[in-house]
T-cell receptor, first 110, second 116 residues
Framework: KQEVTQIPAALSVPEGENLVLNCSFTDSAIYNLQWFRQDPGKGLTSLLL?????REQTSGRLNASLDKSSGRSTLYIAASQPGDSATYLCAVNGGNKLVFGAGTILRVKS | GAGVSQTPSNKVTEKGKYVELRCDPISGHTALYWYRQSLGQGPEFLIYFQGTGAADDSGLPNDRFFAVRPEGSVSTLKIQRTERGDSAVYLC??????????????FGPGTRLTVL
């Protein structure tokens, strides 16, 4: 059974810092891995999707890497801003469903 | 264009009652998914439809939960004899094909269910 773990559970940083969120998964047989953002009381917004054959994806200040063999992914956020405050969820695609981690709650202080 | 919509946005019911939650996927998306998110947790898979049929219902917790998608578009999640432990946010997502095709999922805003 696929299990996804995210570290840290919560993170508070001053504005402008670069930061790294970590995701690990137990079964490397995945189609892809996705990072989502969730704002309080809202649905999920897809940030980056990395196919299993890829090593990384970039979108603006966000960069996500994938090491499928070791079961790890990282989300790097450059020059953090207060608007980045949200919960970040990692999800692995096993074919019929996404399996999510519990998320990292990020607070960026101005 | 229009995204995934869910109604109602909030539902409060009493223990033992029956509830229906509705999902309108993005037009043309053949795959539809239901997830349940408890406080402080990530979403957990409930059921996946490809067209009108349930391709994977392995996440439904027990036989009080049932979902349909009779015409391959709108889906309804039905919960009988609700229990307090059913309180959660129920999320719906759709994708153009299926996850095995590498498609991304587009999520609705969710229905917050509270069972008193």
């Amino acid at each position: 059974k696929q299990e996804v773990t995210q570290i840290p559970a919560a993170l508070s940083v001053p504005e402008g810092e670069n930061l790294v969120l970590n995701c690990s998964f137990t079964d490397s047989a995945i189609y892809n891995l996705q990072w989502f953002r969730q704002d309080p009381g809202k649905g999920l917004t897809s940030l980056l999707l990395i196919q299993s054959s890829q090593r990384e994806q970039t979108s603006g200040r966000l960069n996500a890497s994938l090491d499928k063999s070791s079961g790890r992914s990282t989300l790097y956020i450059a020059a953090s801003q207060p608007g980045d405050s949200a919960t970040y969820l990692c999800a692995v695609n096993g074919g019929n469903k996404l399996v999510f981690g519990a998320g990292t709650i990020l607070r960026v202080k101005s | 264009g229009a995204g995934v919509s869910q109604t109602p946005s909030n539902k409060v019911t009493e223990k033992g009652k029956y509830v229906e939650l509705r999902c309108d996927p993005i037009s043309g998306h053949t795959a539809l998914y239901w997830y349940r998110q408890s406080l402080g947790q990530g979403p957990e898979f409930l059921i996946y439809f490809q067209g009108t049929g349930a391709a994977d219902d392995s996440g439904l917790p027990n036989d009080r939960f049932f979902a349909v998608r009779p015409e391959g578009s709108v889906s309804t999640l039905k919960i009988q004899r609700t229990e307090r432990g059913d309180s959660a946010v129920y999320l719906c997502a759709s994708s153009p094909g299926g996850l095995s095709a590498g498609d991304t999922q587009y999520f609705g805003p969710g229905t917050r269910l509270t069972v008193l």
